[in-house]
Nanobody
Framework: QVQLVESGGGLVQAGGSLRLSCAAS????????MGWFRQAPGKEREFVAA???????TYGDSVKGRFTISRDAAKNTVYLQLNSLEPEDTAVYYC???????????????WGQGTQVTVSS
């Protein structure tokens, strides 16, 4: 079992920045890839970014060049740096964990409770 707790959301003006954190506890953090997803009201959940256990990251097209995912193994924490925020980035952001064996299939099995990001125009 892995428990995930997100933090760092809030209200920011367009063009601003935020850093989201996801603290993991439970099973070995290094055995999992980590991802960030978001869901806006009335929309489907959207992939934002993911990072492997060895640090390789991937991004959704809508956030490439603006968001950066990273992880700190010593702190069992994954981060999402959000820069150049736009009103369209407003959503609840969720952290999730996927076992190494399920990385290719993106089978995320553990999810956090989410943190709200609101970008005003």
């Amino acid at each position: 079992q892995v428990q995930l707790v997100e933090s760092g959301g809030g209200l920011v003006q367009a063009g601003g920045s935020l850093r989201l954190s996801c603290a993991a506890s439970g099973r070995t953090f290094g055995g999992y890839g980590m991802g960030w997803f978001r869901q806006a009201p009335g929309k489907e959940r959207e992939f934002v970014a993911a990072i492997k256990w060895n640090g390789g990251g991937t991004y959704g097209d809508s956030v490439k060049g603006r968001f950066t995912i990273s992880r700190d193994a010593a702190k069992n924490t994954v981060y999402l740096q959000l820069n150049s925020l736009e009103p369209e980035d407003t959503a609840v952001y969720y952290c999730a964990a996927v076992p190494r064996s399920s990385w290719e299939g993106a089978d995320y099995v553990y999810w956090g409770q989410g943190t709200q990001v609101t970008v005003s125009s």
